[in-house]
């Protein structure tokens, strides 16, 4: 009897999980023709084709960049957590998600997609939990060793009559790099290195892990940034476009907009001067950028995605072996000592 409803069991869970599986991608299939359907295609196509080609082809070396350095934060995080997971999937899977995240939010991309690919290949809650901790605590201890410096020391100066003024956003750069100190010097000089919340172990980084998320961040941030201000044909001054793209990220992020449709165009059009350049061009450079950043990269991510899915048993079944292997050898060498 045990054993037939141990086999019950099993087979129950199953379907269980293949039913959660067509329920996930249900979802992501709806959140993708909601997202096409707020977007003006034709618009996008134009301003792709009329755009100076110099500027378009470096900002897509610009994106391949930005995407590369994000996959290293879940390479990063490959060593922290422990997995054996290899680097070609490792960072495929961080591309997927970051796709996903930018256009159809954290909770989809950051956190659903890895879940659902990640548990795909063979990893458990707990280390996919740390993964996307991990990457998300990255991504923004850049921004706010980046926007830190830049609103502390003034590179933006907001318009009168804006929901904060010039000194606020100082004093709020303040904040944000007094932040980014206080967490170095956290990880450097702390005596205690693990602590447990909710039953779950968070263990500390050390200085130079810390130096490390800091720096490819505060690059990936710039880099964005720069894309931006090549894409306006470098009208504006550098700082300016930069610190406005940070307003404009965390902005998305609280009016939650799929990929900040609208949003993004509304900050920039408040904050970059239009006696420096026109709002025409703001727009253009704003549709190219979305093309290039958010269009293309989700088009090429859910055929990426349906490919890894397909393929995720035997990846999986690779990576078992690979770690039985590693153990085997580690167990021959203690036995030798």
């Known amino acids: 009897m045990s054993l037939l409803h141990r086999s019950l069991s099993s087979h129950s869970r199953r379907r269980i999980k293949k039913g ?43 994106v ?14 490959r060593s922290w957590s422990g997995h054996g ?12 998600c970051y796709a ?5 939010s954290t909770w989809v991309g950051g956190i659903g997609m890895r879940y659902r690919l990640y548990s795909r290949l063979g990893l458990g809650s707990g280390t996919i939990a740390r993964i996307f901790s991990f990457s998300i605590m990255t991504n923004w201890l850049g921004y706010i060793l980046v926007g830190g410096i830049l609103f502390t020391f003034g590179a933006l100066h907001l318009p009168a009559g804006w929901y904060i003024d010039t000194l606020t956003l100082r004093c709020i ?8 100190i206080c967490w170095l010097l956290l990880c450097s000089f702390s005596p205690k290195r693990t602590w447990r919340i909710r039953g779950r172990r968070i ?36 700082m300016t476009v930069l610190a406005v793209t940070l307003l404009s990220s965390i902005a998305g992020v609280i009016i939650h907009i799929p990929a900040g449709i609208g949003v993004l165009e509304a900050v920039f059009l408040a904050l970059l001067p239009a006696s420096q350049i026109s709002h025409g061009s703001i727009i253009a450079a704003l549709l190219v950028w979305r093309a290039l950043y958010y269009f293309i990269p989700l088009i090429i991510a859910a055929v990426c995605y349906a490919v890894l899915e397909s393929r995720a048993e035997k990846l999986r079944k690779e990576g078992e072996g690979k ?7 580690k167990t021959r060498a203690t036995g030798l000592q």
């Not at 770690?323 to 050898?329: C, L, S």
């Open 64 to 77: 391949v960049i930005s995407y590369t350095i994000y996959g290293l934060y879940d390479l990063l995080s």
């Open 85 to 96: 997971l290899s680097a070609r999937v490792v960072m495929l899977v961080s591309f997927i």
């Open 100 to 104: 996903f995240n930018l256009t159809l």
């Open 173 to 180: 750069g303040g904040v944000l790099l007094a932040l980014s």
């Open 203 to 238: 263990r500390l980084p050390g200085a130079r892990f810390a130096i490390t998320q800091f720096l490819l961040s505060a690059l990936n941030w710039l880099i964005m940034g720069t894309t931006i201000w090549l894409l306006m044909q470098q009208q504006v001054d550098f």
């Open 323 to 329: 770690r039985n292997q590693v153990g085997a050898v």
């Open 20 to 62: 959660l599986s067509g329920v996930f991608l249900l979802v992501v299939v709806v959140l993708l023709v909601l997202y096409a359907r707020q977007v003006d295609w034709q618009e996008v196509w134009q301003s792709l084709m009329t755009y100076n080609r110099n500027a378009l082809f470096g900002a897509a070396g610009l």
